[in-house]
């Protein structure tokens, strides 16, 4: 566990960012399963996003290694 003297570890991360049906902006980190936020805000989701990594780095102890992000693809299905 890191002492409070000790420099905060940093990392970046993907956040994919949808605008649901009701308005809100819905970010979503795939690197951390599970770690999502929404807000009426562009400004406002990316501190929530914040907050969710961060509580999410204090309790799973298991962090995927850094991925090299590609893209993203949009693909359209006929059914």
Not at 21 to 43: F, I, M, N, R, W
Not at 47 to 60: F, M, N, T
Not at 64 to 70: G, L, T, V, W
Request: hydrophobic fraction near 35%; charged fraction near 35%.
């Amino acid at each position: 566990m890191r002492k409070k003297k000790d420099k905060p570890m940093s990392r970046k991360f993907n956040v994919i960012i949808e605008k649901d049906e009701d308005g809100y902006y819905v970010g979503l980190v795939p690197e951390l399963p599970g770690c999502h936020t929404q807000a009426k805000s562009l400004d406002e989701l990316q501190k929530r996003q914040k907050e969710a990594i961060r509580l999410y780095l204090e309790v799973e102890k298991d962090i995927p290694e850094n991925r090299h992000f590609i893209g993203i693809q949009q693909i359209e299905v006929a059914w």
